[in-house]
């Protein structure tokens, strides 16, 4: 698909494709050229033809030196859009390039929870710019919406929705829409409120069309809504879009009152968000929010070392019961140590990282645990059974048989083999039970995943190794 | 929230929140007394309060007998609905008590991705009924749905969207979709062709409801379109959702003939999918589509124990490693072996979480690599020279000083940093590098992540461990 066009040939191109930052990142200097030149209609040309994700993407890519006079090139419809969409860095110098008028005319244009998003990122003195440049009525709601619990609806929801009365008709709604349309995040869910915004239901705007003009909205109004708190978690609301399908979600605060909404795009950055929370976590890592290649090196040290210090400190416990294995113990059964460990801590990474993610899409509940053993301790029955076999079975011929190793008897297979079942049982228990216990004195069960499994699963199979050698092979 | 309410109580509550399946499940039984009572005008005016989504959670539970009569007295205009997010057990049952009309009236009230959703999940048998009680042109529309690749846009589109002419007015766009959008999927982006069905442009509702309604639509419409292939992957489908926030995106064949969309919440779908998938591969399962608590006991074994068998055959790779390091080398020094080895694992897991991350978020490209090595280099020696010095530091207080083992000397716990730092940094490069080949070779890179790289590491350390030890203590 990328072919390599130049600036007059993506022009020209018939198709209604729209050029990429694909296209366009290996072509920035000859962009910015434009702007050196004073070329600017060529360059507004092109960039009207390209979506203001892929606009912010090549943003971000230039020298801070450009950035202002790149975006001040950016037809007005579309600046505000970008500005949203860039990194926190580039949002910076491009404040910085703006004198107080620019920047007031560019904040009257963002969303609100736009505007909060950017607060949250900036350094103080251009917080306080922001806040002097913003209209008395923003101000405060900024102030409102900066106020809620981190992580929850309300500082994800945007205050700019369609709001109806119950007693208009379609006719009415639809001329409320056009003439405020340009402002709202979304006209295609509306809010009927009474006169103190509780909400008595929504209206689509797919509903306002089919319907006759002369329709009260009363009518056509669906009354049993899903809605959500301004304190609940965002994952929760996310959780809700996931299950219904909605394109937005109304924000009730404690008194009933409609003080915003979520729309689906903002959901998707949270579910992605989460996910990739979740990765992290499972792998001993602190989430960062930035990119793995924008991040700096010192960044991505800093979130990884504590859980190795952690971890290597937790293992030197496995040391210390080995060393008790060594002073008592045929030398030979250590050779096993690895792989009773590593498959040990693997069965039990299974089950914690399936019981996590059950917690988290909502499959598994706190109340289920008693099912969830049941299931691992069968699961944990047939997988232990059938490794111990085979690493019997295994042991005997590879080992005993072929490698005519003398001091591999079936007694060490058999040892080795019983451990191994046992181990992986265990471990199976551990790994579901952790992320339950997490969740239920309130931590994040992904953080007790993978590698806590792994450390705590290797010290067991190491006193249980022992406990069943030591009366043959002491 | 949840106050143990009775049917009374829930249909006179002032509030406007729906009823949803957190109450109900509870009282399923009693719900279905009402069935069973004839009571079933009350049936329907609790359901009626119901979404969707949630009868069709309530349906999933009840009893396969119940399940027909349950579904006949739901009101017609959301049978369809329930029907779609139902699993199918439910579905096969309910389609066993339709005679030959009630299923064709209800198949035609299908969008036709859902039709062939279902038909991919039914037995041969009641595919046939659904085919034969399909009209003739949905039956070719299916089977051509049926024909698009794998996981590929083809096979999670709708062929129901509004397609407007370029030289009608706004009014008659409007006039077009008072009269179709009971019968798609969304009216909210609706897409501009030629007589050819090739794509020319997008009009949004919102466009068309603020737009005055003389204008053409050729004056309005988007004509920078994203749009994607019938065979390009989901994944890179739902890419685009993320990156650009749409509510639809349009579907296009090789030439460039519009024939389907995919709506927001598919995507929301394939984006769900997609993590819980790469959570699976990175634990060691395979990925299995169904709920845990819904999956026989007997699935799970099955996506756990191919992985956890091949896992243990190479990690007796370790064992043989470790025999000969026993037999040559002081005893002391297989203390440290778990440590060294869980430490080694931790590393590159980090590393290969987030690069497996990285790719699949598009974040990280295969021409990175060498960007990626030069980072995760100085990652690792960062993260190599704290955690050796700290291990150093850790034995010569505690087990030489402390505990007073004479056996640990200032040269063991040497040798043990040294070894440790040298193998958290080949561990940060394995586990960056194994991601990137497994993507180039057209393998899925979150399977060679966590328990491969795991795997690998500890037999690296080990034979580093030898090689770093042996002058010393041979």
Same mark, same amino acid.
């Given at each position: ?182 402002? #709202? ?6 809010? $009927?409120? !009474?006169?103190?915004? @509780? =909400?008595? *239901? %929504?209206? &689509?705007?797919? /509903? ?34 996931? #299950? ?6 109304? $924000?009730? !605060?404690?008194?009933? @009152? =409609?003080? *915003? %909404?979520? &729309?689906?795009? /903002? ?34 040290? #800093? ?172």
């Amino acid at each position: 698909m990328q072919e390599n066009k130049n600036f007059d040939e993506m022009l020209s191109d018939e198709s209604v494709q729209a050029i990429t930052s694909d296209e366009l990142l290996p072509k920035l200097d000859e962009l910015i050229a434009l702007i050196d030149e004073k070329r600017y209609t060529e360059f507004v040309r092109i960039i009207s033809e390209v979506p203001t994700a892929d606009i912010a993407e090549l943003l971000d890519e230039v020298e801070e030196a450009y950035r202002p006079r790149f975006f001040r090139l950016l037809p007005k419809e579309i600046a505000s859009e970008v500005f949203v969409d860039i990194g926190s860095d580039a949002q910076e110098d491009i404040i910085a390039g703006f004198n107080d008028r620019e920047l007031a005319s560019m904040l009257e244009e963002l969303y609100l929870d736009d505007t909060v998003d950017i607060i949250e990122e900036m350094p103080a003195s251009v917080v306080k710019r922001i806040i002097r440049n913003s209209t008395h009525e923003n101000r405060s709601m900024i102030n409102q919406l900066l106020h809620y619990p981190k992580d929850s609806a309300g500082t994800i929801m945007t205050t700019e929705y369609v709001r109806f009365r119950a007693d208009m008709t379609v006719r009415e709604a639809l001329d409320h829409i056009r003439s405020v349309a340009i402002d #709202k995040e979304t006209i295609y869910t509306c809010y $009927v409120t !009474d006169p103190y915004r @509780r =909400l008595l *239901g %929504i209206v &689509t705007a797919k /509903d306002l069309l089919i319907s006759s003009l002369d329709t009260d909205l009363s009518d056509i109004m669906e009354e049993s809504v899903i809605y959500v708190n301004t304190t609940d978690d965002k994952e929760y609301v996310a959780g809700k879009f996931e #299950k219904y399908g909605f394109l937005a979600l109304p $924000v009730v !605060d404690a008194e009933q @009152r =409609l003080v *915003g %909404i979520i &729309t689906v795009d /903002d959901a998707i950055d949270v579910i992605k968000e989460e996910a990739e929370e979740d990765f992290a976590k499972m792998a001993g890592i602190t989430p960062t929010e930035t990119p793995y290649l924008k991040t700096s090196v010192i960044s991505v040290f #800093k979130s990884r070392i504590p859980w190795l210090l952690l971890l290597m400190i937790s293992a030197t416990v496995s040391s210390t019961i080995l060393s008790f294995f060594e002073r008592n113990l045929a030398s030979i059964l250590v050779l096993f140590v690895p792989m009773l460990m590593d498959t040990g801590g693997n069965s039990g990474n299974q089950a914690s990282v399936t019981l996590v993610r059950g917690l988290s899409l909502g499959e598994v509940k706190r109340a289920d645990f008693l099912k969830v053993w049941w299931r691992e301790l069968r699961v944990g029955l047939m997988c232990g059974i059938c490794l111990g076999v085979v690493a019997f079975g295994k042991i005997m011929l590879i080992d005993h048989l072929i490698m005519q190793n003398d001091e591999v008897s079936w007694l060490v297979a058999l040892v080795v083999g019983v451990t191994l079942s046992i181990t992986i049982m265990i471990a199976k228990l551990i790994g579901s039970t952790l992320p339950l216990i997490a969740s239920k004195i309130g931590l994040d069960p992904a953080v007790v995943a993978s590698p806590f499994i792994t450390t705590s699963v290797d010290a067991i199979s190491l006193i249980l190794y022992y406990f069943i050698a030591s009366p043959f092979f002491s």
